[in-house]
């Protein structure tokens, strides 16, 4: 049966193996559970009810993904779309979370019906290569800020906006002591690094008396009631019609480009892609992605996505949906592990936001360095997130900057019809707020 549904012979794979990949794909990225609880209660969403939340959204999410477009890739709130909706959104834009969970459903239906029309190929193919290598790279930079705040390692400042915290607190040690284990047991190839750290730290943490320890380690699940169905859709309509556009756009914009290239990056390693590097069933694992989302804000979370630790698992020879199923499985048991994740202090979760933040950075060596018109606007798209403290002004800026560079230069040709239409969305939204 298993065969015949996942193809496992003739993607040359066993059941042992798919098994022993899934469970690899979920050490690698099992650290959101304890992540994105912390980051999203700055919106003042209940802990508990998030990690119910992702670990529900990553689980129907990644089983959707092996079943329907059978891949090994697994799924689970994304790492700069839950900051963006915490800090940018709520915070910044002073809107409620249930207003943001509204905008993140209403981006999940767009990117669904995206990814059933032949439109998709269309607006990935029409944002230039520069911008989607600087909107990951800025997200990575403005999760670094937001990990180094939560840390302890920067602070607000009256004149300068930021300066240097106490560097000889507790927290601050123990957070810089979890940043270099995730990095030795990363080098070293050890599966689960991040886990491992932030697991090592808090540990050290509760020993110490640096924060309380947990009252228990396994129990039921909590209740998801503070955020199950708590869209608010009035509340979103009542912003403005710039204002909607602007923020379920840039969760879009974000959300597809992310899943696009984890997509193909996952599926390159594990030399799925056609003759002419295109993926097989993409349209399936769009819709897996999308259909995600949308779960995940129904129940509570931020946008769900492709998780690019999907690839320790196609390293340790996943090649089916078999891997997905199963990593979803791990996700439904993680359940019951409450306790835990809820007492992990932010201490132990800021140095995994800082490490993941210095693997998305990457994407700035793969600017084109040769031509100002493209690197100039992807610098200042990746500049403007942690200095704004916005992940949506930085890619209204950036976009705005492409245009504006390329048509000064004479490059008008360069400019898509997309690109027109986004920056002038961007340029009427700064004017009206």
Known sequence: MLNNLFHLDENHTTVKTE??????????????????????????????????????????????????????IALAPGMGLNAFFAFAVVKGMGVSWQIALAAVFCSGVLFLALSVLPIRAWIINSIPRSQKLAIAAGIGLFLGFIGLKSAGIVADHPATFVTVGKLTSAPVLLAFLGLIIMIALDYRKITGSIIIGILLVAVAGFLLGVSPAPSGIMSAPPSIAPTFLALDFGGLFQLGATTIMIIVLSFLLVDLFDTAGTLIGVAHQAKMLDEKGNLPRLGPALVADSSATIIGALVGTSSTTSYIESASGVRAGGRTGLTAVATAGLFVLALFFAPLATAIPAYATAPAIVFVACIMAHGLADLDWEDVTEYAPGVITALSMPLTFSIATGIGLGFISYVAIKLVCGRIGDISAAMWLIAAIFVLYFATV
């Open 19 to 72: 098994l022993f990949a899934g469970l690899t794909t979920f050490l690698t990225m099992a650290y959101i559970i304890f992540v994105n609880p912390d980051i999203l209660a700055v919106a003042g969403m209940d802990k508990n009810a998030v990690f119910v939340a992702t670990c529900i959204a990553a689980a129907a999410g990644t089983l959707i993904m092996g079943v329907y477009a059978n891949y090994p």
